[in-house]
């Protein structure tokens, strides 16, 4: 069956330093997306992402956050300078279609120290 | 504030029972529902979904309920399995919108 994947699947950084956090989609999809989860927090929106540019993004994706699709599999979350309130897990999603289904990977623990 | 909400962070099922999770939505505009489960250390993983045309949607031992007259959804597991522990989460995508937008979430532990 296929599935999200997202690498690696724990990201320890020292603050201030960039992170790259990388997924790649369901192969045939076309709609990409960003999801973060706080520690005992519900999953919040980032950033969506159709036809090599964003379609809507939320508050939290700010100026240090910005994505990227370098090739026809790869899919990445970047943040410039990581802050301790940066410490998530960082969800990836694709869907074939908008308002439809969206498939999330396991997901990246990030740890801001 | 317009949210999605669940009535319960915490529900204790016997095994072999049938489990009842409830959510409450506040805009009406929505029209796109979708429930989740995520086990620890993994991502949300679909279930079921229902769109604002429907009142009701049966997949494979879960149902899920849309009563559009009280905002109100709710997601029944049939002959709850250990297997089913897991924090589900209801969420709505909004009428021309994409994103998902999650419910806290409810625990839901398997009795043996």
């Known amino acids: 069956e296929p599935e999200v994947t997202q690498t690696p699947s724990h990201q320890v950084t020292q603050m201030g330093q960039e992170v790259i956090l990388r997924c790649v989609p369901i192969s045939n999809h076309l709609y990409f997306y960003w999801y973060r989860q706080i520690l005992g927090q519900k999953v919040e929106f980032l950033v969506s992402f159709y036809n090599n540019e964003i379609s809507e993004k939320s508050e939290i994706f700010d100026d240090q956050f910005s994505v990227e699709r370098p090739d026809g599999s790869n899919f990445t979350l970047k943040i410039r300078s990581t802050k301790l309130e940066d410490s998530a897990m960082y969800f990836c999603?694709?869907?074939?279609?908008?308002?439809?289904?969206?498939?999330f990977g396991a997901g990246t623990r990030l740890s801001v120290l | 504030g317009e949210s999605v909400g669940l009535h319960l962070p915490t529900l204790s099922v016997q095994e072999g029972d049938n489990s009842i999770i409830n959510c409450a939505y506040s805009?009406?505009?929505?029209?796109?529902f979708i429930w989740y489960k995520q086990e620890s250390g993994k991502g949300p993983q679909f279930i079921i979904d229902?769109?604002?045309?429907?009142d009701k949607r049966q997949g494979q031992r879960v149902t899920v309920l849309l009563n559009k007259t009280v905002k109100h959804l709710s997601l029944q597991i049939a002959a709850t399995q250990p297997g089913d522990s897991a924090v589900y989460f209801c969420a709505e995508i909004r009428n021309r919108d994409d994103k998902i937008i999650f419910g806290k979430g409810t625990r839901l532990h398997i009795l043996p």
């Open positions: 805009n009406s505009a929505s029209d796109y």
């Open positions: 999603a694709s869907s074939p279609r908008t308002q439809n289904i969206q498939y």
């Open positions: 229902i769109r604002s045309n429907m």
